[in-house]
C-alpha cells in the first residue's frame, strides 16, 4: 500500500525533534552533530535566536496579505540585497526551483523585447542541478531526472564541466543565455575555477548573451564570500538564490540587474506567497547577520579549519577518502569507499552529512558552528571512515 506520503525521497530512518545550534536531537534522544545544515540551508543554525524573535515578531503582526499590496518588509528585504550586490532589482520566490523559472523567463522575455526573439537557448552543464520543474530539469538534463515525464521543455543544452570547445560550439544566434553553479552542490561540490568564471562572462558580453548564475547552494556566506562569484570578481546579469537566503524559513529570490530584468513588466509573473511578510522578516535578519565582513571572516576562517581536517583525514583514510573540494563552508570528500557507506557510518556515530553525485560526502555546516564543534565533526568522521575501512576488509 502507498505511504501517506508519497514516497518519492529515499529517507534515512531518522527523525528529529529538535534543533539548536549546529545540534539535532533524534526523537529517541542521541544528538547528532549537523554537518548537513538541511543541505546548506539552516546558515545561522537550529533556533537561532535572533531569526525566532524576528519570525515570531512578524507572526504576532501579520503573516500574509499577498502581492496585490505593497509589502514593507519585502521592500526592507530587496533594498538590502541590492545594496550587497550587482543586483538592481529582486523577485521573491519560496524555493530554487522557482527562482530558475523566473531567470529563464526572464532571460527570454530579455531578448523577446530587444527585438531578438529568436534568443530562447539557454546552455547549462552535465552535472548541474537547478531544481525540479519541468524548466529546471530539462536545464540540467539528467536522464535520471527527465525520464518518463514527457517531452523534455525544448530549449535547454548541456556542455560538460570544463569543456571550452563544446561551450563554444553551443552558443549560436538562438542563445540566451549561460547558466552554472559557480560551484556544483548535488553534482558533487565541484567548483569552477575564477579563471573559467571570468571567461563565461567574458564569452558572454562577447556574444551578447546574458549570464545566470545558480547560487541557490554556495550563495548566502557558503563559501565565505556573501556570494560564490565574488571570488571571481565578475557580476553575473541574473542570479538564483533561495536555501540559506531564509535560514529555514522557504524564501527564495532571482537578483537582476535592471538592464536584465526590465522586460518583466506588471502582469509579467508573480507568486501567490513569494516574498510574504513572514518569510522577508526572517530574510532580513538572515542578511543583516550573514552580509557583514566580520561574520564572512570567520566562515572562511572555520572553513579553512575544517579542510585543514579533512586533508589529515584523507591522510589518513587513502582507502576511503580520495580528495577534498570546494571552498569555505562548502567541503566535498570525493571517496574511494562507496559515499553511502560513509555517510552511514557517520550516522552511527552521530554525524550528519549529506552524499552528492561523483561519489562525493558533503559538509555543509551551519556557518555558525564553531571550532569546538568542527573539531568534533573531525572526530566522529575519523571514526566513521575507520568503521567504513574495518567493514570493507572484513
Ligand atoms: C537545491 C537547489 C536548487 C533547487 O532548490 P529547491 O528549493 O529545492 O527548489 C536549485 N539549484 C541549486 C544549485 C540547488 O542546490
New binding site residues.
Given amino acids: 500500500m502507498i505511504p501517506s506520503v508519497l514516497p518519492t525521497y529515499n529517507r534515512a530512518p531518522l527523525s528529529f525533534v529538535k534543533g539548536e545550534g549546529s545540534w539535532l536531537t533524534e526523537a529517541d534522544g542521541r544528538r547528532f552533530l549537523d554537518m548537513g545544515a538541511g543541505?546548506?540551508v539552516n546558515a545561522l543554525g537550529h533556533a537561532n535566536p535572533d531569526l525566532v524573535a524576528a519570525l515570531t515578531e512578524q507572526a504576532g503582526k501579520l503573516w500574509h496579505t499577498s502581492n496585490l499590496y505593497r509589502i514593507p518588509q519585502q521592500e526592507a528585504l530587496a533594498d538590502r540585497l541590492v545594496a550587497a550586490t550587482f543586483a538592481d532589482t529582486v523577485f521573491f520566490t519560496n524555493?530554487?526551483?522557482?527562482?530558475?523559472e523566473l531567470a529563464v523567463k526572464m532571460a527570454r522575455k530579455h531578448f523577446f523585447e530587444a527585438g531578438q526573439p529568436e534568443r530562447v537557448n539557454i546552455v547549462a552543464f552535465h552535472g548541474?542541478?537547478?531544481?525540479?520543474s519541468h524548466a529546471?530539469i530539462a536545464a540540467a538534463g539528467s536522464q535520471k531526472m527527465i525520464e518518463g515525464f514527457g517531452p523534455v521543455l525544448p530549449g535547454f543544452t548541456q556542455v560538460g564541466w570544463g569543456d571550452h570547445d563544446g561551450l563554444h560550439a553551443a552558443i549560436d544566434e538562438t542563445t540566451a543565455a549561460i547558466l552554472i553553479?559557480p560551484v556544483?552542490?548535488?553534482g558533487g561540490i565541484r567548483p569552477l575555477p575564477d579563471q573559467c568564471l571570468k571567461g563565461l562572462r567574458d564569452l558572454c558580453d562577447e556574444k551578447g548573451i546574458l549570464l545566470i548564475l545558480?547560487?541557490?547552494?554556495?550563495g548566502m556566506g557558503r563559501t565565505g564570500k556573501l556570494f560564490a562569484h565574488e571570488w571571481a570578481g565578475v557580476d553575473p546579469d541574473i542570479m538564483?538564490v533561495?536555501?540559506g537566503i531564509g535560514g529555514g524559513f522557504p524564501l527564495?529570490a532571482v537578483l537582476a540587474t535592471e538592464a536584465a530584468g526590465a522586460a518583466m513588466t506588471a502582469g509579467t509573473h508573480g507568486s501567490t506567497y513569494g516574498g510574504n511578510p513572514l518569510a522577508c522578516a526572517v530574510g532580513a535578519k538572515v542578511m543583516d547577520i550573514v552580509a557583514d565582513a566580520d561574520f564572512l571572516a570567520e566562515v572562511r576562517r572555520k572553513g579553512g579549519r575544517l579542510r585543514q581536517g579533512l586533508e589529515g583525514l584523507v591522510a589518513a583514510h587513502p582507502e576511503v577518502f580520495e580528495e577534498v573540494r570546494g571552498s569555505g563552508l562548502m567541503l566535498g570528500l570525493t571517496c574511494r569507499a562507496a559515499n553511502a557507506e560513509v555517510v552511514q557510518a557517520a550516522y552511527d556515530q552521530q554525524l550528519i552529512t549529506v552524499p552528492a553525485a561523483d561519489n562525493v560526502v558533503r559538509l555543509l555546516p551551519p556557518l555558525t558552528i564553531s571550532e569546538e564543534e568542527i573539531a568534533a565533526a573531525l572526530s566522529r568522521l575519523d571514526l566513521a571512515a575507520t568503521q567504513v575501512k574495518i567493514k570493507t576488509t572484513a
Fill in positions: 543541505i546548506a524555493s530554487g526551483t522557482e527562482s530558475c548541474a542541478f537547478h531544481g525540479r529546471a553553479e556544483q552542490g548535488e545558480d547560487e541557490v547552494q554556495c538564483m533561495a536555501k527564495g
